[in-house]
Structures are given as structure tokens and as C-alpha cells.
């Protein structure tokens, strides 16, 4: 089992519908969840970052994360084409001092 | 502000040279990390300083690779001899403190023929 896991994707949406994407994690002490975007031939840009149980939003995102479950999400409101990219779900697990394990990331298409 | 600052940000060379990579963090951070970007591993973290010391140094592939970080505000990665097999995306990226994401550099794309 991978640490952090993500579909790989394509996550295929329409304009102006609600993207989900989703990241399970196996370290119980994780502590820190992150959310990254990257365009093709670019690097990962931090979008959203979530440190307790419930929902954080943030203009057309909302992070969830569910400790229990070991699962942390992404939804995009009203997606647009230019939110066409690839997702990266990364955790700080509870003994790794300031490292972060990436999942392998969600390709995101947006069609018009 | 300035953002995390690498250079060059494409290269290419034979195998066989010597590859140095440069990285500048964010002003104030104290956290420093080495990832290596590639289709079909995706994005794996080769080192991470602290304080400019090497904290885990586990993703290095092999003796290859060194990595240094003189001061808080310049760390290098060298590839000697280079391989064909090196050729990736190479990024840095610099935090502050515990539970604080990481921001990336632009990159450095590496191509060894």
C-alpha cells in the first residue's frame, strides 16, 4: 500500500460542474494535509492547506479531511477549463519532521 | 516577495559531465528539500535540510548525487558522473517550520544524452 494514495485519472468534468478529487493516507499521526496544483511542464503551487476534521473553503475549493477515515479531499466549485491540471495531495506524517509524502497526483480535465 | 529561486532552469549535457544544480529559498525559511520529477515515478524527495543540515538524505538514488548547503540561503545539488537515466524535472522547495506547506521552485530540466 502506498502512503498516500490518489487516482490517477483523467478526471473528466464539464464546465461548471463540481470536481472531486480524493487522497486516503496510511499514517494514523498524520498531522498536516496539503493540496498542490500543477500545469503541465510547471511546478506544484499550493492551493489549500487543512490541519483539523471537517471543511475548509476557499473561494470555489473546500478541502475536507476525515482523521478516522484517513481520507482527505478536494472539491471545485464551478470548474473551469483553466482549473485543468494535476493534483497533488500531500501529508505531513506525525514523525517526519518538516517532510511531506506526495501522492502521485489526479490529472483534472475541464471540458468546455 | 521573492519565491524559491533555481537555476539553470533547463540543461542539458552528455553523460558522463558533472551537473550542478542551484536553489535559493524563500528569505526566512529553514527548511530546505531536493524532489526529482519524472513521468513514471512522479515527484520523489532525494534530501531535506534543516537549519542547513541534512536531515534525510534516504531519496538520494546513489553516491552520485551530493547535495550541500553552505548557508540559509543557497543549497546546490551535483550529479557526478551524469547517466541518461538521471534526466528529470529536478525541484527545490523551502518551508518554515513544523505543520507549514513547502513552496517550489520553477524547476531545473535536466537532460543528459
Known amino acids: 500500500q502506498k502512503e498516500v494514495e490518489q487516482n490517477s485519472g483523467p478526471l473528466s468534468v464539464p464546465e461548471g460542474a463540481i470536481a472531486s478529487l480524493n487522497c486516503t493516507y496510511s499514517?494514523?499521526?498524520?498531522?498536516?494535509f496539503f493540496w498542490y496544483r500543477q500545469y503541465s511542464g510547471k511546478s506544484p503551487e499550493l492551493i489549500m492547506s487543512i490541519y483539523s476534521n471537517g471543511d475548509k473553503e476557499d473561494g470555489r475549493f473546500t478541502a475536507q479531511l476525515n482523521k478516522a477515515s484517513q481520507y482527505v479531499s478536494l472539491l471545485i466549485r464551478d470548474s473551469q477549463p483553466s482549473d485543468s491540471a494535476t493534483y497533488l495531495c500531500?501529508?505531513?506524517?506525525?514523525?517526519?519532521?518538516?517532510?511531506?509524502?506526495f501522492g502521485g497526483g489526479t490529472r483534472l480535465m475541464v471540458k468546455p | 516577495d521573492a519565491g524559491v529561486i533555481q537555476s539553470p532552469r533547463h540543461e542539458v549535457t552528455e553523460m558522463g559531465q558533472e551537473v550542478t544544480l542551484r536553489c535559493k529559498p524563500i528569505?526566512?525559511?529553514?527548511?530546505l528539500f531536493w524532489y526529482r520529477q519524472t513521468m513514471m515515478r512522479g515527484l520523489e524527495l532525494l534530501i531535506y535540510f534543516n537549519n542547513n543540515v541534512p536531515i534525510d538524505d534516504s531519496g538520494m538514488p546513489e553516491d552520485r548525487f551530493s547535495a550541500k548547503m553552505p548557508n540559509a540561503s543557497f543549497s546546490t545539488l551535483k550529479i557526478q558522473p551524469s547517466e541518461p537515466r538521471d534526466s528529470a524535472v529536478y525541484f527545490c522547495a523551502s518551508g518554515l517550520g513544523d505543520s507549514q506547506p513547502q513552496h517550489f521552485g520553477d524547476g531545473t530540466r535536466l537532460s543528459i544524452l
Open positions: 499514517d494514523r499521526g498524520s498531522q498536516s
Open positions: 528569505s526566512g525559511h529553514n527548511s
Open positions: 500531500a501529508v505531513k506524517k506525525g514523525n517526519a519532521g518538516n517532510m511531506l509524502t
